[in-house]
């Protein structure tokens, strides 16, 4: 529960610092990259190192090489920061922070298991237990951007 609260804390002091567009082209970015990640031929070729946990950082490496090139065209696209003010201001920082602790669960229970690196306890490992919970999962970032 500690990392998920330190991933909260980063997440929120990303969109903080980097802004609220930032973060929802980083949202947005995040479907397409698995996508891509899922079904490029090419992974097990590109896996060049042995041992657990270098396995898991040379597929996030990977992973990174689909997801930043997309979260900066996306990032050109999204309009200007909004003028909210106030608490709707913090609530909205707050949903996008949520949002991006809910991708790293998914990005972990669906893309690349991070297991050797950090077991998840097994409450959550309920919540993306079938592939029925795990598109309610994928589905829910994107209802908390349609209401933020």
Not at 83 to 94: A, K
Not at 101 to 121: H, K, Q
Request: hydrophobic share 60%; aromatic share 16%; net charge positive.
């Amino acid at each position: 529960m500690a990392v998920l609260v330190v991933l909260f804390i980063i997440f929120l002091a990303y969109t903080l610092f980097f802004g609220r567009k930032m973060m929802i082209s980083l949202i947005l970015a995040f479907y397409p990259a698995t996508l891509l990640y899922k079904t490029f031929p090419f992974i097990q070729k590109l896996l060049v190192v042995s041992g657990d946990k270098f396995l898991i950082i040379n597929k996030i490496v990977i992973f990174l090489v689909f997801l930043v090139p997309l979260f900066i065209i996306i990032s050109r696209y999204i309009s200007s920061e909004s003028s909210y003010t106030g608490s709707s201001h913090i609530i909205r920082t707050v949903g996008l922070a949520i949002v991006g602790v809910i991708l790293i669960l998914l990005f972990s229970y669906s893309t690349v298991s991070l297991d050797p690196i950090y077991n998840f306890s097994s409450s959550i490992d309920i919540l993306f237990s079938t592939t029925d919970r795990v598109f309610w999962w994928n589905l829910a970032p994107l209802l908390v951007l349609a209401v933020l």
